[in-house]
């Protein structure tokens, strides 16, 4: 949903000239730009504190990387970037659809081709990560965008290589607890088998309209996550394990 830009905003970044807001969060503040050739795109930049660090700038680059390797076809193809600047910065092109979780709360559940067709088109594209030793670690709903071309699979920013421990601390879940596999939210290496989890899960929403292990406090669902069974209510029969 577009935003007005405000004062705190910059005009341009690089050569890009600043049209609106599409969101912004705990990391940084993505925006709707142009290219001084007249093109749109999505233009996704970091919070200044947290370009001040080498940590952080690393996840960034590897954000990029990520996205670059998934490609236009299952994500938003990267028309620019500069991982070294000042305020690091990406730039995507812009694709127009709603988050997963916003088709449903307005439609309501997908019919079951939809969602069959769904689940085919986002596992090519997380094999298209993984076949680079890629894993996303963060696959939800509002991280799948439905578009005229098929879903689109977005936002890596915790994304990275498989058996690279280096940016998470031991213990640590990274991710969206709703969405986790056991073994993220035990906070132990999230394999590309984790990513399938999380595959799942969303596939169970778009089909029911509800999480596999409900909503409530981050606590709560990791526990729910490790220990509890999925709540596979109202998967059409031939999909439900009960």
Known sequence: MLSPLTHDDPAAIAT??????????????????RSPGG?????????????????????????TDAARIIGARHGAAVVDADPLAETPWLATEYVL???????V??????PEPTVRALGAALAGGLAQLHSSDVVHRDLK???VLVTAYGPKIIDFGIARAAGDDHLTRTGAAAGTPAFMSPEQAGGQEHTPAGDVFALAGVLVFAA???GPFGTGAPADLLYRVRY???????????????
């Open 105 to 110: 709360a307005l439609a309501g559940p997908l």
């Open 141 to 143: 709903p509002s991280n």
């Open 228 to 242: 509890a069974d999925p709540d596979l209510t109202g998967l059409p029969r031939p999909w439900s394990l009960s």
């Open 39 to 63: 093109r749109t795109v999505a233009l996704k930049t970091v919070h200044a504190r947290l370009a001040a660090d080498p940590a952080f700038r690393t996840r960034f680059r590897l954000e």
């Open 16 to 33: 890009y000239r600043l049209l609106a807001r599409l969101g912004s969060g705990g990391m940084g503040t993505v925006y709707l730009a």
């Open 97 to 103: 659809g709603p988050p997963l979780d916003d088709a």
């Open 208 to 210: 029911t309209g509800h």
